[in-house]
């Protein structure tokens, strides 16, 4: 299964750059270079899927603290929010992890 972009941005705006701080793209190619499943991605739906991810499930506005290390529960909400639609379980890892199909592309 492959991450798809359009799930968190209008279709045709999947390699889109968007409009982001400097500060923000650094963080976004921080991103980028943690989760090569998404590297193809434009900065767009990078920024919108992990700010999606920080506030439906950590509840902040963006999850600065994840920029310097990979988290697999942010694909696994990306995967989620593809497979299965809009997500309001909060912080429930478990609950997450389910949503483990985008591994199958990686093996």
Known sequence: MRLDAATFVQPGYEAAPGE????DRRAI?????FYPEIAHWGDLAIGVAFGEFSQEVLDVSWADWLLDQRDEIFLNY???RQTRGQWDGGLDAEALAQANEWKKMAE
């Open 20 to 23: 982001w701080s400097d500060t």
């Open 29 to 33: 190619a921080s991103l980028r270079g």
């Open 78 to 80: 990306c995967c989620w």
